[in-house]
């Protein structure tokens, strides 16, 4: 079933005439995209609907508040298109449009009129994983891979596995969500999977759903797909407001996740990014929400972490008291960060690591495990 695009707000009649007038300028800044079969998931009747405010513009997006690029990835390119941040990894921005456009997104700079990050010539980023055989991870990402072509997607699968030391090919995507139909109808690209996806070099689909409704039956028949191609499906969505920062919310898409095969793998903090103050959840209640869905699933649903994907790395929550905040890098860009635990004073307010105080002389210490237990105790 051929979807159709939508790109303009006044193409919306759901949305009364005085609304769309404001909501455009927010377009105008921010991109905007939906298509029809998604558009069916939300609910009209309900200003205040999930499906929505994942997918229509916000007023409140046009606040001053945080940076096009909150986590610096600027600083861990060195190849146009390529950001190598950890010894194993490495992700090639293929290109730089998406199915439909998430208003949280956290790279929404690479949809701007006069972003240049993006090449379609990846023979650049190709090159630069070829000469780097520490590299056993290539994560395909932008924009959304699965927007693109077959045959263009079925290239770079192809010169990724001319390179004998990338063993794992990642495709992050939101299209399961945005239009399942993509695999369903596509028998070439299932074959195209098949191919790449082997027993000893998988292919794994980094998938993106953020609210149990999102999980349609045809999105489910679509990550089935993908599955039986022989690709290793798994989820991660971050936490927002509004839509899924609800205890019981995040339980059902845990529990639906791990009854199909896909398996919670992170739930981000969202990134302190321009344009997305209306989905700001606090560190402090993120993780209360986390932790109470995680009592109703069960061991199999609970495999997510909790983390930050900050400039210095992947910084997993890991406690939190009355006073203190415990937190851990779980990927690091500096290898001597590698494991570290910090210590800060509990902020209820605070989104971003860079907004908390640590506590003087364990903020950035490493700890064995009977140094936590000490500190967790408190003074005596």
Not at 7 to 22: F, H, V
Not at 71 to 97: I, M, R
Not at 111 to 122: K, P, T
Not at 266 to 295: C, D, H, M, S, W
């Given at each position: 079933?051929?979807?159709?695009?939508?790109?303009?707000?006044?193409?919306?009649?759901?949305?009364?005439?005085?609304?769309?007038?404001?909501?455009?300028?927010?377009?105008?800044?921010?991109?905007f995209?939906?298509?029809?079969?998604?558009?069916?998931?939300?609910?009209?009747?309900?200003?205040?609907?999930?499906?929505?405010?994942?997918?229509?513009?916000?007023?409140?997006?046009?606040?001053?508040?945080?940076?096009?690029?909150?986590?610096?990835?600027?600083?861990?390119?060195?190849?146009?298109?390529?950001?190598?941040?950890?010894?194993?990894?490495?992700?090639?921005?293929?290109?730089?449009?998406?199915?439909?456009?998430?208003?949280?997104?956290?790279r929404k700079?690479?949809?701007?009129?006069?972003?240049?990050?993006?090449?379609?010539?990846?023979?650049?980023?190709?090159?630069?994983?070829r000469?780097?055989?520490?590299v056993?991870?290539?994560?395909?990402t932008?924009?959304?891979?699965?927007i693109?072509?077959?045959?263009?997607?079925?290239?770079?699968?192809?010169?990724?596995?001319?390179?004998?030391?990338?063993?794992?090919?990642?495709?992050?995507?939101?299209?399961?969500?945005?239009?399942?139909?993509?695999?369903?109808?596509?028998?070439?690209?299932?074959?195209?999977?098949?191919r790449?996806?082997?027993?000893?070099?998988?292919?794994?689909?980094?998938?993106?759903f953020?609210?149990?409704?999102?999980?349609?039956?045809?999105?489910?028949?679509?990550?089935?797909?993908?599955?039986?191609?022989?690709?290793?499906?798994?989820?991660?969505?971050?936490?927002?407001?509004?839509?899924?920062?609800?205890?019981?919310?995040?339980?059902?898409?845990?529990?639906?996740?791990?009854?199909?095969?896909?398996?919670?793998?992170?739930?981000?903090?969202?990134?302190?990014?321009?344009?997305?103050?209306?989905?700001?959840?606090?560190?402090?209640?993120?993780?209360?929400?986390?932790?109470?869905?995680?009592?109703?699933?069960?061991?199999?649903?609970?495999?997510?972490?909790?983390?930050?994907?900050?400039?210095?790395?992947?910084?997993?929550?890991?406690?939190?008291?009355?006073?203190?905040?415990?937190?851990?890098?779980?990927?690091?860009?500096?290898?001597a960060?590698?494991?570290?635990?910090?210590?800060?004073?509990?902020?209820?307010?605070?989104?971003?690591?860079?907004?908390?105080?640590?506590?003087?002389?364990?903020?950035?210490?490493?700890?064995?495990?009977?140094?936590?237990q000490?500190?967790?105790?408190?003074?005596?």
């Amino acid at each position: 079933m051929p979807v159709r695009y939508i790109t303009d707000i006044d193409a919306l009649p759901q949305i009364p005439a005085e609304e769309r007038a404001l909501l455009k300028q927010v377009s105008a800044r921010y991109a905007f995209r939906l298509n029809d079969y998604y558009a069916k998931l939300i609910d009209w009747s309900d200003p205040a609907d999930p499906i929505r405010r994942l997918i229509i513009p916000h007023p409140d997006e046009m606040q001053a508040w945080g940076k096009l690029d909150a986590s610096n990835e600027a600083s861990n390119t060195p190849a146009k298109g390529v950001q190598h941040k950890y010894p194993h990894t490495v992700l090639l921005l293929v290109n730089e449009v998406c199915g439909a456009y998430c208003r949280y997104c956290f790279r929404k700079r690479l949809f701007l009129n006069d972003n240049d990050e993006v090449s379609a010539d990846i023979s650049e980023g190709l090159e630069y994983i070829r000469t780097h055989p520490k590299v056993t991870n290539v994560l395909l990402t932008g924009g959304d891979p699965l927007i693109m072509s077959t045959g263009r997607l079925e290239r770079i699968l192809d010169a990724l596995r001319a390179i004998d030391h990338v063993r794992i090919i990642r495709i992050g995507s939101k299209m399961p969500a945005f239009n399942p139909f993509r695999i369903l109808e596509d028998e070439r690209l299932q074959q195209v999977l098949r191919r790449f996806s082997t027993p000893e070099k998988r292919i794994y689909l980094m998938a993106h759903f953020d609210h149990p409704r999102e999980l349609t039956p045809e999105a489910v028949e679509g990550l089935d797909a993908f599955m039986r191609c022989g690709v290793v499906a798994v989820n991660q969505c971050p936490l927002i407001r509004g839509v899924n920062d609800d205890a019981e919310v995040l339980a059902e898409l845990f529990r639906r996740l791990s009854f199909i095969g896909v398996p919670p793998y992170y739930l981000f903090q969202g990134r302190p990014t321009a344009g997305n103050a209306p989905y700001e959840v606090p560190i402090v209640r993120g993780y209360a929400l986390f932790e109470a869905a995680k009592t109703r699933v069960s061991g199999l649903a609970k495999r997510a972490r909790f983390v930050m994907s900050h400039e210095r790395g992947k910084i997993e929550i890991v406690g939190i008291d009355e006073q203190r905040m415990y937190l851990r890098f779980h990927r690091a860009k500096d290898p001597a960060d590698e494991g570290r635990m910090m210590v800060y004073l509990r902020d209820e307010s605070a989104s971003w690591l860079d907004q908390l105080i640590p506590v003087p002389g364990l903020g950035a210490a490493r700890f064995e495990p009977e140094q936590l237990q000490a500190v967790a105790a408190g003074p005596e």
